[in-house]
């Protein structure tokens, strides 16, 4: 674990960036110590400290000296033991904070690292119930102060004392018109819980979440009720209306089932939802088609009737002769595609954009300019135009391409799943681009974009994303690089790219790549929700268990390009260094890690000791995660690969709650009828009340419902037109409350 991360997690949720004191760099002019002579002092400083507890100077030098033997470690390659390290010096923080009353507490908050934070974090544990008048007027005080560097703290101590704090009340209201972003949202966050009538007067109602995905899919021509697309909206936020969506099923008995239908042996994506039909992406092993009996592999998009299941027509894409390392056998067509009007876009396995005609050829004529379909049967695709990224494009896919499509105006927006070849290590074509806009209606390139290039960590999964951020439209790719890059839709005009700005997910000090690598992919889908971005760092699920970061970022910090990650690194010249693949900062060399005053960091998550037992158990880390977050009324929820289920404050990054669901989770969450649900590796469905309270959302520690579709579930659940749909490994089921 890097020691930046570490420092910032300190006290769980990072909020705005909080660190340890920096350990002398490589290259500074400070005496080599060996890691004997640093076990020592920390040894004498341990025990000076147990006499003294309450002693700042001995305990930051504690501290200071873990920071250095973890330092040492960590350049010496020596990974676990500089995590141990690491532990102990937060430890340490944790234990002396703990001890102190409130004024002390107070104090710390002068200063920016991670006493300041821990102190931070224990004042809003205790000051729910605290009244002290002293600790009132100096949080005020502080919060006032636009020059305190932790004047955000001081606003989420006193929001705790809720009606305590109305002395605050006039320090709250000025934070609104704040130039930092991050006190106006705190500020808004906070009136609420003091003031909910004056906040609905000076901040307006809160964000509707359901609205925002109905306004968004007025944008396509589908129905209010349908799901058109992956999230059911461009800001990829699976908070759909829906009515009485049953809690309860049955799939051997049939209660509230509808209808099911068979799949593939294999399905990933999601169902799209619009103008009567549903589509799906799977492989041939159920073989609809006599042409292509189930024995032949194909990748497969299935046309059903909404209201039936009934089979309508099925698009086939073979598979390529290069093999499963552009084409992974089995795996079908894992895309969620995209519905407006009689039009359907998606990816196929084959590398390929497709634009289909929803009506296939029922409606009794050839659409479009491509006429080399192989037949015009009823039960086949009418495929409108295609356009080949590995061909046109030289594209090399790494197992398999997804990408769920952009729309957005008459362009779409397509990752091309660019990744490494069979090695696991070289790239085969750098210079392709990873990310590009189509003309929805020829498939024409409008530009081209191949930022990863040479940095790209394994494949390249994720999808775009869209928003309009203080009037400027921005698509937001998350990279394989692990890097999320915001580009303006129109591109420069010339053909190329025009960036906004990118971010690092990753702490700058985790190393790629395999197996091994803590330096993550990005998978899920980054989410917008009231003006922000929120990202989760993932990984191919073969990889293992490691540590994700959660991010929710200010999109609107600097639209010129910039580096707007957490931080940089710089050489010993305080020269920027440049984007490096396999570790950021190289020690040995001089560079360091630095705060980035460019910043668009609202808060981060990764870990939180949420029993405050000075540890970080299983349950309170964010492990690796394909998913993408789910937000309403201000809570967000997110799954692992692990299968642990988080909820969290989405203004804040507090740590809420965590439930094991003791399998693997692949998909996303679905927030309808104020209800929670997510799908698992064991078939389950758990399904939570939307809730930050535990006690409420799972009642006895429990989920309140686990209705199972016995098979692995490894897509998302959604809703169209109040009917719940599971999409099981091989089967779809339509699950419908009945009389």
Known sequence: ?????????????????????????AGDDQPEESAATLRETATRLNQLASDAPSDLTINRELVNTYQRLASHYHQNSRELMAEQAHKRARLAVDQFVELLPLEPLINLLQGQDAWSVAAAMRLRRISASASCEIAIRDLTVIAADRHHPQRKYALAALAQMALTAKAALPVVVAGLTDDDITIRILAGLYLRRIDPALAAEKVGPPVDAVLENQLDRATLQVGLGDWPQWGGSRQ?????????????????????????????????????????????????????????????????????????????????????VTGRVHDWPHQGMPSTPVIDGQRLWATTNRGEVVCLDTEGFLDGKNDGVFRDEVNQNLDEADVLWKFDMMKELGVSPHNMSHCSILVVDNMLFVCTSNGVDESHINIPAPNAPSFIALNRDTGKVIWTDNSPGNNILHGQWASPSFGIFDGQPQVLFPGGDGWLYSFDPKGDGQGHSKRLWRFDCNPKESVGLGVRSTRNSLIGFACIYDGLVYLATGEDPEHGDGVAR????????????????????????????????????????????????????????????????????????LHRSMGTAVIKDDLLYIADCSGLFHCLNAKTGDSYWSYDMFAGTWGSALIV?????????????????????????????????????????????VVANNVLYIAARNVLYAIESQP
């Not at 992406?281 to 059903?304: E, M």
């Not at 939570?688 to 686990?706: L, T, W």
């Open 550 to 621: 959660l991010w929710c970022i200010n999109p609107s910090n600097k639209l010129d390009g910039s580096d707007v990650s957490a931080d940089l690194v710089v050489d010993r010249d305080r020269q920027i260094v440049p984007q490096r693949r396999i570790c950021a900062v190289d020690p040995s060399q001089g560079e360091r890690v630095i705060p980035n005053p460019d910043s668009a960091v609202i808060w981060g998550f990764s870990q939180f000791d949420r029993n405050a037992d000075g540890g970080l158990d299983f349950e309170e880390t």
């Open 236 to 320: 990829r936020n699976n908070t759909p209306p829906g009515k009485n969506i049953p809690t309860e099923w049955d799939t051997n008995s049939g209660k509230n089932i509808k209808w099911s239908v068979k799949l593939g042996s294999e399905t990933y994506g999601n169902p799209s939802i619009a103008n009567g039909k549903i589509f799906i992406g799977t492989n041939n092993s159920n073989g609809y088609l006599k042409r292509y009996p189930a024995t032949v592999d194909l990748g497969v998009l299935l046309c059903l009737d909404e209201a039936t299941g009934r089979f309508l027509w099925q698009y086939s894409s073979e598979k390529l």
């Open 673 to 717: 009828d104020d209800n929670v649900y997510i799908g698992d590796e064991d078939g389950d469905v758990a399904i939570f009340r939307h809730s930050a309270d535990p006690k409420v959302a799972s009642g006895n520690g429990v989920p309140f419902a686990v209705p199972s579709a016995h098979i692995a579930i490894n897509s998302t659940p």
């Open 1 to 25: 674990m890097s020691k930046l991360i570490t420092g910032m997690i300190v006290a769980g949720a990072f909020l705005f960036g909080g660190k340890f004191p920096s350990s002398p760099a």
